[in-house]
């Protein structure tokens, strides 16, 4: 089949069709909106939210996006995405090649508890609004979960903090939100429900954590599971972006993880050697 240049060209513009951003000489829309008037109007997280959702937040929406983003930019060394970020800077990686070996590390294990918070937020929404209790879609959700993840629930407790001091403020700016309209408040319910269901299993509280409180938020501004995740990434870049500039400044070569000093442990065999063939013989 023959095309002509514009049927070419027409076929090129189809392939890459975009309803984000229309770009011409002298012109730059995002979603509609001249770049020029977006820019000192509006804050980063508005922006975030208009590429991604195609409108503009109101205040009390873009008010929840930006407690989250603030809350989940770091956590120190000991993180994985931190240190990992720190140690390509020690080997000569530029600040762009840290934070992409960083970021990569962002999957399900260290970074996907918030995505996955908000799946399980909603399967219990499902089963409450098909009759169930909110206890009882609780507590099917949870042993489900259980069964086919193992025992270690997604946004609830923390290997460092007894409490997460990030999630009891989070969660009352939930709970203003709420009681102003701005968000329903269902999926604060939710989670503190798994709080109680969790307490009373356990005998002893089992908090809800950053990925907890702030997979309440991305799921009561309607953000799908994985822009959970996708979010996260964008606050997370920041700590990372600060830990490699920081690590640049000292002029340490090739960081490993852990001190030079500190020996690892070696569990393997004894010394031992080669036989050598032609002594046997």
Same mark, same amino acid.
């Given at each position: 089949m023959n095309n002509t240049p514009m049927d070419a060209a027409a076929l090129a513009a189809d392939y890459w069709s975009t309803s984000i951003i229309d770009i011409h000489p002298g012109s730059i829309?995002?979603?509609?909106? !001249?770049?020029?008037?977006?820019?000192?109007?509006?804050?980063? !997280?508005?922006?975030?939210?208009l590429m991604l959702r195609g409108e503009l937040p109101n205040a009390g929406e873009a008010r929840l996006l930006e407690a989250a983003l603030v809350a989940s930019v770091d956590h120190g060394p000991h993180a994985p995405s931190i240190a990992i970020s720190r140690m390509a800077v020690s080997c000569g990686l530029p600040l762009n090649g840290a934070m992409a070996s960083a970021l990569n590390t962002l999957d399900d294990v260290h970074g996907g508890a918030g995505q996955q918070s908000v799946e399980l937020f909603h399967i219990i929404e499902r089963a409450h609004a098909a009759g169930a209790s909110l206890e009882e879609a609780v507590e099917s959700a949870i042993d489900a979960f259980i069964a086919t993840h193992g025992k270690y629930l997604p946004g609830f407790g923390h290997r460092f903090h007894p409490v997460d001091p990030r999630a009891g403020r989070l969660l009352a700016m939930v709970d203003e939100?709420?009681?102003?309209?701005?968000?329903?408040?269902?999926?604060?319910?939710?989670?503190?429900?798994?709080e109680a269901l969790l307490k009373g299993r356990k005998s002893k509280p089992i908090p809800m954590n950053i990925d907890g409180a702030t997979a309440v938020i991305y799921a009561e501004l309607g953000f799908a599971p994985e822009l959970a995740r996708g979010v996260f990434c964008l606050s997370r870049a920041v700590g990372i972006l600060s830990h490699a500039w920081e690590q640049r400044g000292r002029g340490e070569r090739n960081k490993g993880p852990m001190p030079r000093q500190m020996a690892y442990r070696y569990t393997g065999h004894a010394t031992r050697h080669v036989e050598n063939k032609d002594d046997e013989q």
């Open positions: 829309q995002v979603r509609g909106y !001249p770049i020029q008037e977006l820019i000192g109007a509006i804050s980063f !997280p508005q922006m975030i939210w939100a709420a009681a102003q309209g701005v968000v329903s408040g269902r999926y604060a319910a939710i989670a503190r429900a798994i």
